[in-house]
Nanobody, 122 residues
Framework: VQLQASGGGSVQAGGSLRLSCTASGSGWRNNAIGWYRQAPGKQRELVAT???????HYADSVEGRFTISRDDAKNTVYLEMNSLRPEDTAVYYC?????????????????WGQGTLVTVSS
């Protein structure tokens, strides 16, 4: 599985962005997908996950503002980000978990896409 993340950009606080993670390769639909982010000087952190069956999980910091969804017909997972804050500024990565379970642990993910930069200004 190869992953391509896109949709990053620069927005003002309170704005919205939608990130996309598009996959190529077989077995896509059996994978859980996670979005992670890494801000400068900080550790990578989980943002949201979606299992192969569509169950979702969010970090407390984004709960209620971000929505993860998947369109298996398009081999794409989306991260809709609303009410963005300066502290959301980071490089966002998508990753695939072959087990389909959507672990909260980064080392459970087998494939990683390149990052897409999100910058939120105050």
């Amino acid at each position: 599985v190869q992953l391509q993340a896109s949709g990053g950009g620069s927005v003002q606080a309170g704005g919205s962005l939608r990130l996309s993670c598009t996959a190529s390769g077989s077995g896509w639909r059996n994978n859980a997908i996670g979005w992670y982010r890494q801000a400068p000087g900080k550790q990578r952190e989980l943002v949201a996950t979606i299992t192969k069956s569509g169950s979702t999980h969010y970090a407390d910091s984004v709960e209620g503002r971000f929505t993860i969804s998947r369109d298996d017909a398009k081999n794409t997972v989306y991260l809709e980000m609303n009410s963005l804050r300066p502290e959301d500024t980071a490089v966002y990565y998508c990753a695939a978990d072959r087990s389909g379970l959507g672990s909260v642990k980064a080392d459970a993910y087998n494939y990683w896409g390149q990052g897409t930069l999100v910058t939120v200004s105050s």
